[in-house]
């Protein structure tokens, strides 16, 4: 199922084809087009193009990432050029200074590569495997769990609650995202859960 | 928002107050470029700061922060007294006409009910009285002396221009332009716009702010009419979402509550959810809300929720408090009440208020977790930066365990924008290094512990054991498989109720809205209002359709908006009684006899008739609220209280310190300075090159504001002897920054009650890890004191004293 019409179908059926489009909104129909057809061959070339949303703020603009290699086809895809979606109602291929810059946050330096431990007392972190990472996790919150855990209060009500330990979600993962880390932490019984909106 | 982004062209007045659109918001800041290019629309900046916005601004106006509310309610003042509201609306759409009780009252800043000991109101004055007939009662007339209307009249009336001086520092004839120019949208044919942000959140009575532009945006006739409404801008890209599926502490999703320990059974907690209607005829939708509640068990628990265990209510976890909000969380976790904690792409280190007390806070967990795209200063809270992270990591006894996520260009799925629409995406990149998906972590997290209780056994094991995790994968469920959860499917075939040989929706299938939403477990949905977004016909969200029939700016066939596809809220108010358009060139729905058509899909009835079912359809009177009854903590109408560290004294009611109910735990209360020690005003904010903390990771944006300062206005740089350029020192008494001063024509004193206050504004965008120069947030300084009604921390207005120091001069 794929509803997307595509950009360059879009940008190519000028005159009459565009006239219904926001583009042709303008009023400037055929400029468009003219102007399209003028940049095409400045574009990318030998890349795949996905559609994305930007990650900053809320006006959540279009934007194509352009990759050497197609995720799409099973293959490694290093992203190389990031810019706003010309077919995108708000944003109509604009970027802000935060957006334009989105190539340099993919590929930060400072991106988190491997699971680390940093142990009690000690300065630094050291590299671990997920599966240890994820045991040790595991293991320190069924233990926390086990021994804080509320199934009744002090009037004899079940109110199966654990509040010893606690869940701040994050702001810019996807809905999808939202609703598993839901379901998960909820049924641990955890209530000390929260996400940036109040900040 | 209650109206989207691509709607802002359609306004004639934009007023920015709380926000600064043109930098924080440059891309959806074109639409007021366009409704100032195209309809000659005018743009109005109320800020302490004359910014960007204001730069572009029709009229700019000054005002102190923190006193948004004196602002507002002179503006309503001002309305009143000119007859300058939108009458057939306010008297049809508004609870104007309805009587109060007996006994509501406000004095000396109070209003009826105040328990100082408690810090809080016996609230039950706050209501309507109620015939005998069991429906409010309402006079029609206004005449009567305690109609919301001459309440509202009485209460706003001592907000003069005078008196607004006094307090906001506007002088009065900025506050009677600004109140000119928008009472003129109270013809029909005109609206305005509201474009807020966290410059009105992030106060003690930060919800009372909103309100107070809502309830001029109600008596001007602006809400549900295309450019106008209540639009806040919303920071991060799916903050709208992840509060929408109610990743809160009292939250479940769709805006449903997590009960609380005095609701101990399905029943109790139902029985006081009934949103039985004030007036005959009216929808009272919230009368549905036993089919959201049950639909969301049954999405939890599956077939383990049945209506024997009332759908495994009992391994809901029940609230002991009102919230565990962050602001409580890390007071408890700073009394060693807490072993363990998650941060999920989140950076409390230099998010919340007063930075020392959340180190400590830190340092006393056993255990804390971190998943994130990037390195943060949470992360290595206990790592030495010198000055910048001044600890000690050997008397840090916390587990710190890191785990590297992928970023939105590896991921796919859906945001929510701030106008409500839910947005697909694909991912285009591979993850570096070993990140993985939030989900696929969760899933980790969640089937190792569901292990251990299945092994060991423990307290209470039922709620892991018997999720629903019916996923393909379970170790990875894909964004498909939990899109589809939230929009709710069929659990057995349900049939017509006229015809039981009939199916309706089959077994499996994908619901088409929450209509088809039951209470007796037959449905399972895990977000009602997100119930249309995938159905049999496919992922909504992923519709990129780009058309607008008539340029209406609606976009209807783009994404997919929550609820039911709905542009703008409220939208059956953008037509009078009779249900004729209040503005024809500004059509958006129009009943034609038999029911509602027009560019969006009806926030009503399809055929519910006009002059009977009202607008307000989630509330029980079926009309917007004036007067909000008992439902805010602090006052059923605004009212002016300065920040609980203020320059100068509650002019109105000078007994009272910053907002009277807001909750203060006891050692934050000694933390508050007063002006005596510490005199200038000061205020957070965002840069335009800057996403908080983030894009001090992006060298681009590093190189454009490589570096913290705060700004000043020349007159502060004079009197205390700072050089442009020059270093200086800032504290208030929870901490101390340095910084580079800023010295600019942006920031001016303002006189407040014969006064002179001096404002010192400090961004917000640098920490120790990532490209830019290590530096402060304003959270080194900031009190630990909330919101009465959320608990958002007071970032905008507190106090601090600056100095000169010894340092470059650039």
């Known amino acids: 199922m794929n509803m997307e019409i595509s950009r360059r179908g879009f940008l190519a059926g000028a005159g009459a084809g565009l006239a219904g489009t926001t583009l042709g909104a303008f009023g400037f129909g055929d400029v468009e087009a003219a102007h399209a057809a003028a940049i095409r061959p400045f574009k990318l070339a030998n890349t795949a193009e996905t559609r994305n949303t930007c990650t900053y703020c809320s006006v959540a603009c279009g934007i194509i990432l352009y990759s050497k290699g197609d995720l799409k086809k099973g293959e490694k895809a290093e992203i190389i050029h990031v810019e706003g979606d010309t077919d995108h109602p708000t944003n109509r291929g604009t970027l802000c200074p935060k957006g334009a810059a989105l190539l340099d946050i993919v590929r930060a330096k400072t991106r988190t590569l491997y699971p680390q431990v940093r142990k009690p007392g000690s300065d630094k972190f050291e590299r671990v495997s997920w599966d240890a990472a994820l045991d040790r996790i595991a293991r320190l919150m069924k233990d926390d769990r086990d021994k804080n855990f509320i199934a009744k209060n002090n009037d004899g009500a079940t109110v199966n609650r654990w509040v010893s330990t606690g869940f701040l979600a994050a702001s810019a993962t996807t809905n999808e995202t939202a609703w598993a880390t839901y379901k998960v932490v909820r049924s641990a019984g955890m209530l000390v859960f929260d996400n940036q909106a109040r900040v | ?810």
């Open chain 2, 1 to 810: 928002m209650t109206n989207s982004w691509t709607d802002i062209k359609n306004t004639d007045l934009v007023v920015v107050m709380g926000g600064n659109a043109a930098e924080a918001h440059p891309c959806g800041f074109k639409w007021v470029t366009e409704a100032k290019a195209n309809r000659g629309a005018k743009l109005i900046v109320v800020d302490p700061r004359f910014t960007r916005t204001a730069s572009v601004a029709d009229y700019y106006a000054p005002i102190r922060q923190g006193t948004d509310i004196a602002f507002l309610l002179g503006v309503i003042n001002h309305c009143i007294r000119n007859d300058k509201i939108q009458w057939a609306y306010t008297k049809a759409f508004t609870n104007a006409a309805y009587v109060v009780k007996e006994g509501f009252g406000w004095q000396d800043g109070l209003f009826t009910g105040y328990d100082e000991e408690k810090r809080d109101y016996n609230r039950s004055t706050w209501d309507y009285e109620i015939g005998p007939d069991g429906y409010a009662v309402v006079d029609e007339t206004l005449q009567h002396p305690r109609c919301v209307w001459n309440l509202l009249k009485q209460h706003v009336a001592i907000y003069t221009p005078e008196m607004v001086e006094r307090i906001c520092g506007t002088p009065k004839d900025k506050f009677l332009k600004v109140a000119e120019m928008i009472s003129e949208c109270s013809s029909p044919t005109k609206t305005m716009t509201s474009m807020y942000a966290l410059g009105w959140t992030q106060h003690s009575k930060g919800s009372q702010n909103i309100r107070a532009m809502a309830m001029l945006q109600l008596i001007l006739g602006n809400i549900g009419v295309r450019g106008g409404g209540m639009n806040a801008l919303r920071g991060h890209s799916n903050i709208q979402g992840l509060t929408d599926i109610g990743l809160m502490s009292n939250l479940i999703p769709g805006y449903l509550t997590i009960p609380t320990e005095r609701e101990p059974t399905f029943d109790v907690y139902m029985s006081t959810r009934g949103f039985k209607p004030l007036r005959p005829d009216q929808m009272s939708y919230w009368q549905n809300y036993r089919k959201f509640f049950v639909s969301f068990l049954k999405s939890m628990w599956g077939d383990a929720a049945t209506p024997e265990n009332a759908f495994a209510y009992d391994w809901l976890p029940k609230l002991d408090v009102p919230a565990y909000d962050v602001l409580r969380a890390f007071e408890l976790m700073h009394q060693g009440k807490m072993n363990g904690y998650f941060c999920q792409g989140f950076n409390p280190l230099l998010s919340f208020p007063n930075r020392k007390k959340i180190t400590a806070a830190l340092s006393k967990l056993k255990f804390l977790v971190v998943m994130d795209p990037l390195q943060t200063e949470t992360a290595r809270f206990w790592e030495n930066h010198g000055a910048n992270n001044d600890v000690n990591p050997a008397s840090i006894q916390t587990e710190v365990i890191e785990l590297p996520t992928t970023c939105f260009a590896e991921d796919e799925g859906s945001l929510v924008n701030s106008g409500r629409w839910l947005q697909w995406h694909w991912a285009g990149g591979t993850p570096p290094g070993e990140a993985k998906h939030d989900a696929w972590i969760m899933a980790q997290i969640h089937l190792r512990l569901k292990e251990l209780y299945r092994k060991e056994g423990g307290p209470v094991p039922e709620p892991i054991v018997n999720l629903d995790w019916r996923y393909a994968d379970p170790n990875e469920p894909t964004p498909e498989e939990l899109a589809k959860e939230l929009n709710g499917s069929a659990v057995v075939d349900i049939t017509d109720p006229n015809d039981p040989t009939k199916v309706v929706v089959a077994k499996g299938k994908q619901l088409v809205s929450f209509a088809a939403l039951r209470d007796d477990g037959k449905t399972a949905c895990g977000c009602w209002i997100y119930s249309g977004c995938f159905t049999e016909a496919g992922n909504q969200m992923a519709r990129r359709d780009n058309s607008d029939p008539d340029d209406t700016g609606a976009f209807g066939k783009w994404s997919w908006s929550w609820p039911v596809n709905r542009r703008i809220l409220y939208n059956r108010a953008s037509a009078d009684v009779s249900g004729k358009p209040w503005d024809p060139s500004r059509k958006l729905l129009e009943w034609d006899g038999t029911k509602w058509t027009g560019y969006d899909v009806p926030d009503i009835a399809p055929n519910a008739k006009p002059d009977v079912v009202m607008p307000f359809i989630m509330n029980p009177e079926g009309v917007s609220r004036l007067f909000t009854r008992a439902m805010m903590r602090d006052g059923p109408f605004p009212s002016h209280y300065e920040p609980f560290e203020s320059p100068v004294a509650n002019v109105v009611a000078p007994k009272v310190r910053g907002n009277p109910v807001a909750r203060v735990f006891r050692n934050d209360f000694e933390q508050f300075g007063d002006a005596k020690e510490f005199p200038y005003a000061a205020t957070s904010y965002r840069l335009t090159e800057h996403f908080h903390f983030w894009t001090k990771h992006a060298h681009a944006n590093a190189v454009l504001q490589p570096e913290f300062f705060v700004e000043i206005s020349e007159e502060l740089a004079k009197e205390k002897g700072i050089k442009k350029g020059g270093m200086v020192r800032v504290w208030s008494k929870r901490g101390s920054v340095t910084a580079k001063a800023v010295v600019t024509k942006r920031i001016k004193p303002l006189i407040c009650d014969g006064k002179t206050v001096h404002i010192v504004g400090i961004p917000l965008h640098w920490g120790f890890i990532g490209e830019a120069k290590k530096g402060f947030g304003p959270n080194s300084l900031t009190p630990y004191v909330g919101d009465a009604n959320i608990e958002t921390p007071e970032y905008k207005a507190f106090l601090v004293d600056i100095e000169p120091i010894a340092g470059p001069v650039a």
